[in-house]
C-alpha cells in the first residue's frame, strides 16, 4: 500500500529530526502533488499506526495536496491547473507546459521542549 510506504519514511524523517534535536514532535506539516493521490485518511491512520512506540507517537501530521501547475506558453505565468478550464489567469492563453508535479515534502516540523526555559 502506497500510503503505508510514506507514513513509514515519514515517521523515519520526523524521528530522525526529533532525535537530534532532543525534542518531541508535535505536529508536522508534509505536502504532495496532485497527482499522488495520496489519501488523507488513510495515510493519518497508517502515520499513526506506525508511530506507536517512536519519537512520533502522538504526532499530529497535517496533509497539503499542492495543485497541478502549468506554464503559460504565451506569457510565462505559472498558474495552478483547473482541469475544468484550463486557462491561463493572467492572458487568457490555453497553451501551456505542465510542470513536474510536486513532490512529497516534510515542510515542516514543531516540536515541544526545544527550551525548557530553565533559569
Ligand atoms: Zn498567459
Not at 496533509?63 to 506569457?75: V, Y
Not at 493572467?90 to 514543531?110: H, K, M, T, W, Y
Request: proline share 4%; with cysteine; glycine share 8%.
Amino acid at each position: 500500500m502506497h500510503e503505508t510506504a510514506i507514513a513509514q519514511s515519514l515517521v523515519e524523517i520526523i524521528s530522525q529530526e526529533a532525535q537530534s534535536r532532543h525534542a518531541r514532535p508535535v505536529r508536522a506539516k508534509m505536502s504532495c502533488g496532485e497527482l499522488n493521490a495520496v489519501n488523507d485518511e488513510v495515510l493519518s491512520f497508517a502515520f499513526e499506526a506506525i508511530a506507536q512506540g517512536t519519537l512520533c507517537e502522538g504526532t499530529k501530521l497535517q496533509i497539503e495536496h499542492k495543485p497541478l501547475e502549468g506554464t503559460c506558453r504565451a506569457c510565462g505565468r505559472v498558474f495552478a491547473i483547473d482541469f475544468a478550464h484550463v486557462k491561463c489567469p493572467n492572458c487568457g492563453g490555453s497553451d501551456f507546459d505542465l510542470r513536474p508535479d510536486a513532490p512529497l515534502l516534510v515542510e515542516q516540523i514543531e516540536f515541544e521542549g526545544l527550551d525548557d526555559g530553565e533559569d
